[in-house]
């Protein structure tokens, strides 16, 4: 009896101890998604004007797919802000897909958070076309798009501004 408590106590200790590993979010290649063509974005933004990834050609790009409902792309928000505002002159662009969700909704989100409609450019994916077309996992997910406008990772989950992982491939593609 003793040696089977053992084992699961020295089962549990492992698992509990490989948790913050497996947490621990990265950048990823875009094969893991099963994406080997260029991907594109075509959606209305908030005013109802449309916008096109292509348009940020010359600029970084992230594109960052969220919802008001969820709670780490809310914990995040903040975190995109900053990056738009830190590295905007080194020419970053966050581009931020909401999920299915009406502007009614999302101008009360950032009312009630306090944020700017201009703090971010958001686009509204009402048929969830894209987040299918770029085989987004969950929520929130992130791609890094480069100045030529090849999207080259993705990160799944939310984001750490000060996170060196996340911000290594960042600034390299800001280079």
């Given at each position: ?27 990823a ?13 075509e ?95 969950g929520i ?5 798009v ?18 060196p ?11």
């Open positions: 009896m003793l040696n089977i408590r053992s084992v699961l106590l020295s089962y549990c200790a492992l698992v509990l101890l490989a948790i913050p590993v497996l947490a621990h979010a990265e950048w290649p875009l094969s893991q998604l099963g994406l080997n063509k260029p991907l594109s974005l959606l209305n933004n908030l005013e109802g004007n449309t916008i096109h990834l292509q348009q940020y050609k010359g600029r970084v790009v992230l594109v960052n797919f969220w919802a008001t409902w969820c709670e780490p792309c809310k914990e995040e928000f903040g975190e995109l802000i900053y990056l738009q505002e830190k590295y905007q002159l080194q020419g970053l662009v966050v581009l931020a897909v909401n999920l299915a969700e009406s502007r009614p909704r999302i101008k009360t989100f950032l009312q009630t958070n306090l944020v700017s409609e201009n703090a971010l450019p958001i686009v509204l994916d009402n048929s969830s076309l894209t987040y299918r077309a770029w085989k987004v996992r929130p997910t992130t791609y890094l480069d100045r030529q406008g090849i999207v080259r990772a993705y990160w799944m989950g939310p984001i750490d501004a000060e996170d992982s996340f911000l290594k491939l960042l600034l390299q593609t800001l280079k």
